[in-house]
């Protein structure tokens, strides 16, 4: 579903992202791990088509995120760190111009967004401005806006930063879901406990290079060559080093 | 604790400074020469009107000493305004304040800290604007460079008094009333008591001061010269200075100045001891948003969108920001001084002293341009920041399935409406006023309506072309490289309008001269050529450049 081949981007001299290839299949949920300022949210953000590679290819179910940008965003859901939302919509709004712009038929929304708006208990505040919102709130009302999308690939960069303890386990849940469903998810994050339960697959990407791929057990039995008993933490530390 | 506040900002300017290499700093001094060439504009011109006033005699050093007082009258009221908006920012909403409210330093300094940059925010560009003058002043009095020191020393003081009464306005509202609310409807009933002073200024028309022979009895008009302009004012303590230091009087140049220098120091120990007690309450109230009940039903785009499917991502960018701008305050208060500018633009088209019929047919056809430089204006506020005040949103724009030629065709449609409606309105009613003739009349109407068209297209292509998604505010935008290459342009494409219909008009005014055929046909047709060549690349240009930039604009 997201075929990255020799992807690189530079800011002037600096590589960010340095010859990246990576496959990852539909149903699958691949964890992007690397230390701050490795290159992560640079790979996220040409995935989405919000930034543009220096060289390289990246394909979205089929389609080039260069030469097709339309056709491969209508499949893709992303959400940024930063939960950057209009300030002056209401909740309610955003999920329906979240809805609008994606092409979610309206009676598709008229059931879906109360719904979604129960399921992060956001209804109360549906009608508040965002503005009022706090950092959590904004973060599961992008979350509430990818699944009413029902995207074939999902880019998450840190996703549960902000979340309360009972909307991390939420979001795990549905994480899942969307995997089960046939999308492809694509996540970026630090919580590598999370990453050692929930993924599929990890890949730990080091000064814009990728350092090690594969599954969770894969990835761990590629450090010192060990057996693969230690935690992925330990691993990660050890590669990073 | 003070001195480290201040040399955090002293670090910030300076690191900013050093990191202004290579473009930035060639951008950067192309501004500031434009900028010096204004400056330079402004003396001449303030420099002219000095030297008549002056010249005439008897009252002439009355006149120029009377203009002084109203020109430091209207400053200080302005930079009461400014500070009154720009203090409710600083001292409430500023992005640091968070970071500084969790430091261990005492409130009161933190208050000062933010107290002094809005004084320097509200005051800066009318200092320096007011400057010309001031050299204009002393240069038409033949004043030594003492003078101008003289100046700066009494202007320290009154700026900063000038100041508190928008800083201590905004603490006391805010702590009567701890709400963000609280500073929409003060950033509103700040453009409104702009509006109202600007309005009122006109409506006294001052342009009588120049023209003796309005007052009837020249006794009335010294003693309106010799009345003080506002005596419990600093603006008055000012120029009492300024007039005692010219005449040689150091005790009355001392005095004033002490006088004024004892009310700054007397307030600001009022404002220090009060914020200990009310600033705190102002500031967390101010973190508190009043409730909001958005409605659910579908709006009327969305019912356009489900009959022309066609349009349905233009119709919901459009919605979106029809919302948007409907629910900042910050746009109704734009729109409030707009108002207030069309008031005094035609009151002023009616006081033009216009005796002919041809002569009023003329000044509507000129006219063209100074509404076109007004819509241009208009569009420096409304339709050049449009792209860039996405802000930091603009990433769910960029990730979604829309085109940046959609978003930009989206922002032009939002913008197109109020620019052709106050062209339309400014022409209509300045032909009405002056009543011009049919030719010039329709002529004029369509020209407006074309030129509101160009501009914005003009002014959504430029704004794509130089983006600032990081941008705090729009005067940041206003004031930028690109705001001044939109306004340059928005010009010149206007002085090349009134260029290629000069040729007609002049041949239509031939023709109520009485001239046997006046029209030249060939003439008319080129004519028209080069203003629909003209009109063409004024549109295409920008448009496609901007777009281009937008494409590959990362984020």
Sequence with gaps: MIKIQNLTK????????????????????????????????????????????????VLVGGYDIVESPLEAKKIIAYIPDEPFVYPKLTGFEFLRFIGDIYSVPYGEQAGRIPELLDIFELSAVSGELLEAYSHGMKQKLLIAGVLLRKPRVALFDEPTVGLDPKSIRRFKELLLDIARNGAAVFMCTHILDMAEKLCTSV??????????????????????????????????????? | MLNLLFKRKMLAGKNRLAALKGWPLAKNLAFLSVGLVMLLALYAGFWRLLNYLEGVQVIGPMLSWKLTSMVLLITFSMVIVSSIIISM?????????????????????????????????????LLLAVFPYIIALGRVKQLDPGFYFSYIFVIFPFVLLAGSFGILFSMLVMYLFPS??????????????????????????????????????????????Q??????????????????????????????????????CAVYVLMYYLSGI???????????????????????????????????????????????????ARYWSQAILIAALIVVYLFSIRQLPLDTQDLKSLVSFLNIAVAGFVVAAIGLRFTFPAVSLEGNNYWILKAAPVTAALIMKEKLLISLVPSLLIGAVLIAFSNRLLGADLFISVLSTCTIVIAAFVISVMGIGLGALFPDFKVENI?????????????????????????????????????????????????????????????????????????????????
């Design chain 2, 89 to 125: 920012t600083t001292l409430y909403y500023s992005f640091d304040l968070k970071f500084l409210f969790s430091c261990p330093i005492d409130l009161r300094v933190l208050f000062l800290d933010k107290a002094f940059e809005t004084v320097f925010y509200s005051s800066w560009t």
């Design chain 2, 278 to 328: 009310i600033y705190m309450k102002g500031f967390s109230g101010a973190q508190n948003s009043p409730r909001f009940r958005g409605k659910t039903r579908l709006l009327p785009e969305q019912k356009l969108a489900l009959r022309y499917a066609g349009f349905k991502d233009l119709l919901t960018c459009y919605w979106k920001d029809r919302l948007l701008l409907a629910r900042d």
């Design chain 2, 180 to 225: 963000s609310k609280t500073r929409d409807i003060t950033w509103l009933m700040g453009s409104l008591s702009v509006s109202f002073v600007y309005v009122a200024f006109r409506f006294t028309k001052p342009e009588k001061l120049l023209r003796p022979d309005a007052l009837e009895v020249v006794a009335q008009y010294i003693n309106y010269l």
């Design chain 2, 227 to 264: 009345s003080p302009t506002a005596p419990y004012l600093p603006s008055w303590w000012v120029t009492k200075a300024m007039v005692s230091y010219s005449a040689g009087n150091w005790g009355a140049f001392f005095s004033y100045a002490g006088v004024l220098f004892a009310a700054a």
């Design chain 1, 203 to 241: 890949g730990i990407i080091y000064r814009g290079s990728l350092i090690a791929k594969g599954t969770v057990a894969e990835v761990k039995k590629m450090a010192s060559g060990g057996s693969g008993g230690r935690s992925l933490e330990e691993v990660f530390l050890e590669l990073t080093e």
């Design chain 1, 10 to 57: 530079t800011f002037g001299a600096y590589k960010a992202v340095d010859n990246l290839s990576l496959d990852i299949a539909a149903g699958e949920i691949f964890g992007f791990l690397g230390p701050n300022g490795a290159g992560k949210t640079t790979t996220v953000k040409i995935l989405s088509g919000i930034m543009k590679p220096a060289g390289g290819r």
């Design chain 2, 475 to 555: 005067h940041q935008l206003e004031s930028s490289y690109g705001g001044f290459i939109y306004m340059a342009c928005a010009m010149g494409y206007l002085s090349l309008v009134v260029g290629t219909q000069a040729w007609p008009v002049q041949m239509h005014f031939a023709e109520r001269f009485g001239r046997v055929h006046p029209w030249d046909w060939r003439g008319v047709a080129l004519c028209a050529a080069a203003y629909a060549i003209l009109n063409a690349a004024a549109v295409v240009i920008p448009w496609k450049l901007g777009l281009k930039n937008l494409e590959r604009q990362d984020i």
